[in-house]
C-alpha cells in the first residue's frame, strides 16, 4: 500500500520530474504486473481474492500514468488494455474476470482523473452556450 502511495505521489505531483524513459518504466512495470497477476493468475476464472482498495489504489496508479503518457507516448493504451481481457486460453470463451474487474476500476479512475477534471474546467459563459444549442 506503501508502494502505491508513492507511485501515486510521484505520478501526480512530481510529474514533471520525470522523463520518457521513466514514464515507459512505469508503463512496462504496470504492464508486467497486469499480465502476470491478472492475466497469468486467472487460471480459475474468478475475481481476484485481493482488498478491493489495494486494487482501486493500483486502478488509480494506472490512471495518472494515463494522463499523463496517453497523447504523447502510449497512444495503444485502450488496445493493450483490450488485449489483457481476451479469453483465456484453458476458459471456455469467457472474458479473464480478473482483468475485466481491474480495467473497469481503471476506467473509473480516468474518468475522476481526467474527464471529470476537464469537464470542470466548462466556464458558466460555455455550459450556457452548450445548453442553448441542446
Not at 493468475?41 to 503518457?69: C, I, M, W
Amino acid at each position: 500500500m506503501f508502494c502505491l502511495q508513492v507511485i501515486e505521489e510521484v505520478l501526480s505531483a512530481r510529474s514533471n520530474t520525470l522523463d520518457e524513459s521513466r514514464l515507459n518504466y512505469f508503463r512496462q512495470t504496470f504492464m508486467e504486473y497486469i499480465q502476470r497477476e491478472f492475466v497469468n493468475n486467472g487460471v480459475d476464472n474468478s475475481l481476484s481474492s485481493e482488498p478491493s482498495y489495494l486494487k482501486n489504489k493500483f486502478a488509480h496508479a494506472v490512471a495518472l500514468l494515463f494522463r499523463q503518457t496517453y497523447l504523447k507516448t502510449w497512444t495503444t493504451f485502450f488496445s493493450d488494455m483490450l488485449a489483457l481481457i481476451a479469453p483465456l486460453p484453458q476458459s471456455t470463451g469467457n472474458s479473464n474476470m480478473k482483468m475485466v474487474d481491474l480495467f473497469l476500476r481503471i476506467l473509473m479512475s480516468i474518468d475522476e482523473e481526467v474527464v471529470n477534471t476537464l469537464t470542470s474546467r466548462i466556464s458558466s459563459k460555455e455550459e450556457n452556450t452548450l445548453n442553448i444549442n441542446l
